[in-house]
């Protein structure tokens, strides 16, 4: 199968979460993409969405799901999104399609998260891939100094703005062993939004494709 096909796999075993009248949360990306593509598959209508980024909603829109504000509703049933590394205990690294802080609030108003994948995602420890940190603009300078403290070397990334008009740092280099503890620590410097680790709320279940089939992964 093609990445794309994998991608499709991978989005599909996530259908079964969908629940009829729940409100539904999704992420951003290209796995989630092909996930909101499946949802005209489902035999019912879905009551309305939460998407973690304009690109999302818009995507939802157009098959004529209802987007509603966070702030409007209780809860949210089901989030699913993709992940840029999946690591032990089912802890995350995201944003490298720069929406992190919206796609961890959604998955802390979720009573799931299903995270979405193929296989090349999974890793023993997390950090080969960049970690995302979204940042204050003022503060950028004062916290790379920061973040460089931690191991790892940060890097700007010129040239993009979140959705909520920050900035982001890749932090590279590193090998995360303790995500909790990490995520914890990245979000006590002043001047950071979030950071791209999500341990505190990992992931309830993760669905990675490869050539061999869907692959179920729990805590």
């Keep these: 199968m093609d990445a794309q096909q994998l991608k499709l796999e991978a989005a599909r075993a996530a259908l079964p979460f969908v629940k009829q009248g729940a409100v539904l949360g999704v992420g951003s990306g290209s796995t989630v993409n092909a996930f909101i593509s499946l949802l005209p598959t489902l035999p019912f209508k879905i009551t ?3 998407a973690a980024s304009t690109a999302s909603e818009a995507l939802l829109k157009a098959q004529g799901i209802a987007i509603v504000d966070l702030n ?3 809860s949210i049933g089901v989030y699913v999104d993709g992940a840029d590394e999946i690591g032990p205990s089912l802890a995350l690294i995201k944003g490298g ?10 998955a802390q108003a979720s009573e799931q998260f299903v995270c979405i994948a193929d296989a090349s995602k999974v890793v023993k420890v997390l ?3 960049p970690l995302p940190v979204e940042v204050i603009p003022m503060a950028r300078m004062q916290v790379m100094r920061a973040l460089a403290t931690f191991g790892g070397t940060p890097v700007w990334r010129e040239g993009v703005v979140t959705d909520n008009g920050n900035i982001l740092l890749d932090v590279r280099g590193m090998m995360i062993t303790e995500a909790r503890e990490m995520e914890s620590a990245l979000n006590q410097i002043p001047g950071v939004v979030t950071n791209g680790l999500f ?21």
Excluded: M, N, Q
């Design 199 to 219: 341990a505190l709320r990992a992931a309830d279940v993760a669905y990675v494709a490869s050539s061999e089939g869907i692959r179920e992964l729990r805590p």
């Design 97 to 106: 399609g720069a929406a992190l802080t919206r796609e961890k609030i959604i």
């Design 48 to 50: 309305a969405a939460v």
């Design 72 to 74: 409007s509703i209780e």
């Design 127 to 129: 950090g080969k891939f």
